[in-house]
């Protein structure tokens, strides 16, 4: 038996493995070593098939593989809403927290397919944080929520993240027709349906959505119609059957009225079986036809690229075996492959096993049963490992209201993504079912590993790491990207000279030379936000006469194309709330809590937080300054002479700064005043030096020409303005007062432009009455969410999360999803009611 040592990050195995596998990847290793020089250690080594593994190894410890996951607020949102999401980022087969990218793509889809906004979110040390509003298309849907690296780009969908969030705009929302189109895949185990030779053959059925569909059928003989087997799903449409097919023969199955068709038997080759026994072993069958009917073959398996098993397996009258034990493999889709002696794949077989060594027990308490309006909550979130040893790590909680829409308890999370999706090829339907207790569990991931188990890692392609091709590596910082021009041909410049700075200071400077085509990459800045940046670029010989094009930001990224299905966008199941708000529209909700957000970030911009005083018996605001603060909550003023750091941002993300205002490409500038909300909002007028004017023109002003921004919101204020100001009002004025556009002509070889960074972090509304919001405040709170909290750090295995109930009497779900030091992800829920 050969043993393939711990790639990236094994040292941060997890401490609670049992002796067996201890033993078996730390001991074992120096006895080959030992025996390596030996003759016939030597022979073995110099084996095609030997080689073959120690390639697969190398890629392994040279490629690690990033794994994206997002833990979000909700599993749907109502339009007004704001997407909030945690970042996990994982690397190597121990999900190490992944110090490879430092940036994170997140992007957000309509239910028609476009492109609606992608930000980059800064990885530190294996996690991040970010929000999304959904105010771009008003348009009830599947939205899909995107999330990927660059580097895991090279490796497949799986390794990102991907999932469809119902978005809604109204209560009820009509349900679509059913689907009536099926089709149905057949799978022979090992890969091949092989004359001769009795194998299982699994099959899956799904609907034009992609979801399994229960079905039942005939299987035949295509040559003479002789029914040579019955079908019937067990599970999500899945199923198998056993067939022992003839030389030259052919196949197929009648399904409703349906015919498919059977993969073709193939005349001899290697069918790699695999079972459980009574010991907790798996059991592999290797049977064979043909020129390996008596040989010896490799087989060896691998749990997320990490080798456990390699054994030679001897091959009499066409059949051989050998077994495992089961603790020996970490919990995860085991990889199966028989090789053969020129070291080609000839067989896989993948087997979904759950180590219990590997397992969380982590416990979510509360410290009442029930609530109050407006009163603290404290929970206490504590993990230990298998072995009852507390386990430190990070994890992100939300609380929301449960009885809004259905919790989907068996849907992705952090365990799910971690340990099974990542590795298995296509869409898992209720993922969470094969981590559940339930007694068919095993039986229905089995039949998972059938029909879905194929080739995350592709064997076609394990050859010396030098012979990869990559499209992408590991990005350090955000990359600004162009290319210089000849003045007069219009033609890429190579050799070109470009001096790069960054800030409105220069404090960062470097000099490249543009490639072949006239093209320059400047990597790995670290910017957050929008910074300003200055290009001078000089050709070969010296002189300015060139032009400077800048690429857009993410141009080197891809768009999915893939269809948003829509069939199983459901209702929402209102209606079980308790007391007056059970009729509470909640769009109005949705907005609401997003205009909390924003007043929030007026109140912390002004710096009034501190001024809310509280004793320990009563909370006294004075009521004057409460007053001209009402007053002086509809119209926000920005002064670039008070705040001159936002000089270096553009023009729309300075006047993304002021609270009710959302400014963005796709559909300009829009304002939320107080007798309209963000869905169905009018225009903004937009003034500057007090002429109308167009947004365009503003957005593309200097900022250093800019002196003031106000905006208008409240009824009182637009009032003036007739029904021109029914969007609110945005007024800019310059410091020369002559609505100077700062359209100078453009220096020769020289170019100002600003650079795209890492999303700022948005802060989520939780409001601590009595603390820093009185208590007695007249506002009605009717947040969904009630709380979010992207990122907790969990010291001696144990983390406490505070947070206030808001006003609406209801039951709420609180989800925390982690990760320990080890690389183990977990999830806990908890329901508690307010009354």
């Not at 091959?315 to 085991?334: E, L, Q, Y």
């Not at 794949?345 to 096993?353: C, D, G, I, V, Y």
């Not at 829509?566 to 769009?587: E, N, Y």
């Not at 001159?644 to 993300?653: I, K």
Request: proline fraction near 5%; aromatic fraction near 10%.
């Amino acid at each position: 038996m050969y043993h393939i040592a711990p790639n990236y990050s094994s040292c941060c195995m997890n401490k609670s493995m049992n002796t067996f596998r201890t033993i078996f990847q730390f001991i074992l290793p120096l006895l080959l070593v030992i025996t390596a020089f030996l003759p016939e250690s030597k022979a073995q080594q110099n084996r095609p098939d030997v080689q073959f593994i120690q390639q697969f190894k190398a890629l392994q410890q040279n490629l690690p593989r990033e794994r994206v996951y997002l833990h979000t607020d909700r599993q749907w949102y109502m339009y007004g809403d704001r997407i909030w999401f945690s970042v996990y980022l994982t690397a190597g087969s121990m999900n190490a927290p992944s110090l490879l990218s430092r940036v994170v793509y997140v992007e957000l889809y309509s239910p028609d397919g476009d492109l609606v906004d992608r930000i980059a979110i800064k990885n530190e040390e294996g996690r991040g944080r970010g929000s999304f509003p959904i105010t771009y298309e008003e348009q009830a849907g599947n939205y899909r929520l995107k999330a990927y690296t660059a580097w895991s780009l090279n490796f497949g969908e799986t390794y990102g993240f991907s999932r469809d969030i119902p978005v809604y705009l109204e209560e009820n929302i009509p349900e679509t027709d059913p689907e009536t189109e099926f089709d149905v895949g057949f799978y022979p185990e090992g890969g091949d349906l092989i004359a001769g030779i009795e194998s299982r053959v699994g099959f899956k059925a799904v609907n034009q959505s992609g979801l399994g569909k229960s079905i039942n059928g005939v299987v035949y003989n295509r040559d003479d119609d002789e029914e040579v087997a019955v079908i019937e799903s067990e599970h999500l449409g899945m199923g198998v059957f056993t067939l022992t097919p003839g030389e030259g023969e052919r196949y197929y199955a009648e399904i409703d009225g349906k015919r498919f068709n059977l993969p073709p038997v193939r005349a001899e080759g290697v069918v790699l079986q695999v079972s459980e026994n009574e010991h907790d072993q798996y059991f592999l069958r290797v049977r064979s036809s043909g020129a390996v009917t008596n040989s010896s073959l490799l087989v060896f398996g691998h749990v997320r690229g990490e080798i456990y098993l390699a054994t030679s397996v001897d091959i009499f009258d066409g059949s051989g075996f050998t077994v495992a034990p089961k603790n020996m493999f970490p919990t995860g889709p085991v990889h199966f492959t028989v090789l053969g002696n020129g070291g080609a794949p000839l067989s896989e077989r993948l087997a979904f096993n759950i180590n219990p060594t590997d397992t969380i027990a982590s416990t979510l308490s509360a410290d009442q049963d029930s609530y109050q309006q407006r009163e603290e909550v404290n929970l206490t979130l504590t993990v230990k490992d298998a072995e009852g040893e507390t386990a430190n790590g990070t994890a992100s909680v939300t609380v929301f209201d449960d009885r809004l829409h259905e919790y989907q308890s068996e849907a992705s999370n952090i365990e799910t993504k971690l340990l099974l999706e990542s590795d298995v090829a296509g869409h898992i339907e209720n993922p969470g079912y094969y981590f559940s207790r339930d007694e068919e569990r095993k039986r229905a991931a089995d039949l998972l590993m059938l029909t879905q188990g194929w080739r995350a890692f592709d064997m076609d392609n394990v050859r010396p790491v030098e012979e990869i091709e990559l499209a992408s590596l590991p990005e350090e910082g955000i990359t600004v990207e162009g290319q210089i021009q000849g003045g007069w041909s219009g033609r890429g410049l190579p050799g070109a000279t470009v001096v790069f700075s960054l800030g409105s200071d220069h404090e960062e400077m470097q000099i490249i030379e543009t490639d072949d085509e006239g093209h320059f990459f400047i990597p790995d800045l670290d910017v957050t936000g929008s910074k300003p940046m200055s290009i001078r670029a000089n050709n070969s010989d010296g002189g300015d006469n060139v032009i400077i094009r800048l690429s857009e930001p993410y141009s080197h990224l891809p768009i999915d194309t893939t269809h948003i299905s829509q069939v199983d966008f459901s209702p929402l199941a209102i209606g079980d709330t308790t007391g007056d708000d059970s009729a509470d529209d909640l769009t109005a909700r949705a907005e609401s809590t997003q205009a909390q957000v924003e007043d929030f970030a007026d109140v912390q911009m002004r710096g009034e937080l501190d001024e809310v005083v509280v004793s320990a018996e009563k909370e006294t605001v004075d009521e004057s300054e409460r007053d001209l603060r009402a007053r002086e909550a509809g119209s926000q003023r920005i002064d670039l002479d008070e705040r001159p750091a936002l000089r270096n941002l553009q023009v729309e993300n300075i006047v993304n700064q002021i609270p009710g205002v959302s400014a963005n490409p796709a559909v300009g500038v829009l304002i939320r005043t107080g007798g309209t909300s963000f869905s169905g909002r009018p225009s903004p007028l937009i003034l500057l030096d007090g002429i109308q004017t167009s947004w365009d023109v503003v957005k593309n002003l200097p900022p250093n020409d800019i002196k003031t921004i106000n905006v208008f919101r409240r009824a009182t204020e637009l009032a003036a303005y007739g029904t021109r100001g029914a969007g609110g009002v945005l007024s800019v004025r310059t410091r020369t007062g002559s609505s100077v556009s700062g359209s100078e002509e453009p220096k020769r070889g020289f170019k100002n432009a600003f650079v795209e960074g890492y999303q700022t972090p948005t802060r989520f509304y939780s409001p601590r009455y009595g603390l820093n919001v009185p208590k007695d405040l007249e506002q009605k709170d009717t947040r969904i969410t009630m709380h979010w909290e992207p990122e907790i750090s969990m010291d001696d295995g144990e983390a406490t999360i505070q947070f206030w109930t808001n006003d609406i009497p209801s039951r709420y779900r609180v989800v925390v999803e982690g990760i320990t030091d080890f690389g183990i992800p977990f999830s806990e829920t908890l329901v508690y009611d307010v009354n």
